[in-house]
């Protein structure tokens, strides 16, 4: 799915800009590597905003932006992960390695990328209230998709309208 396909399924128009080079170079720069194009293209068109209510995805460009986010995000990763070290050790997950792209404010859960082979990435949901993890092998849109469709919402996450909605200092607001 493309921003494009994103864009008509959330019903909400882009935000137009684009976000400056160094805010991207600097990100992959902490993070070790090129991040997902899909959630680049998201972050860029949408950050900043709610998906179903709930599920925050910062803005590269917002007040607080999404780099800081990003590193308070893996130090609460590295406090969370000592709870399942058992299920990250199996999956071979090293906490200085994930790089966090949301948050659920009804819950507390933490959405996190993981390196995977080569340059590819898999999605990795903390759920603080449920006291577990999952690890999803699809890209970004397709978990967004079934999350705003619902027919693929985590254990545990509410299922509100609107489908998306921004927020915050966002430029997308």
């Known amino acids: 799915m493309s921003a494009f396909d994103f864009r008509q399924l959330i019903g909400v128009e882009a935000r137009s800009g684009r976000v400056p080079p160094e805010a991207w170079e600097d990100i992959e720069a902490w993070a070790g590597r090129g991040l997902p194009a899909d959630f680049k293209g998201f972050a860029e068109r949408y950050g900043g905003g709610l998906i179903r209510g709930h599920l925050f995805v910062p803005h590269p460009c917002d007040d607080e932006s999404l780099l800081d986010f990003m590193k308070s995000g893996r130090r ?20 200085a390695s994930v790089v966090p792209w949301a948050y659920s404010n009804w819950d507390g859960d933490r959405c996190f990328f993981v390196p995977g082979g080569g340059t590819s990435w898999r999605i990795l949901l903390v759920f603080r209230q449920l006291a577990g993890v999952h690890f999803y092998d699809a890209g970004f849109l ?6 705003i469709t619902g027919t693929a919402v985590p254990p545990g996450w509410p299922h509100m309208e609107p489908a998306w909605r921004p927020i915050g200092t966002s430029p997308s607001a």
């Open 76 to 95: 609460a990763f590295e406090k969370l992960s000592r709870h399942f070290s058992d299920e990250l050790g199996r999956e071979n997950v090293d906490p």
């Open 142 to 147: 397709e978990l967004l998709t079934g999350v």
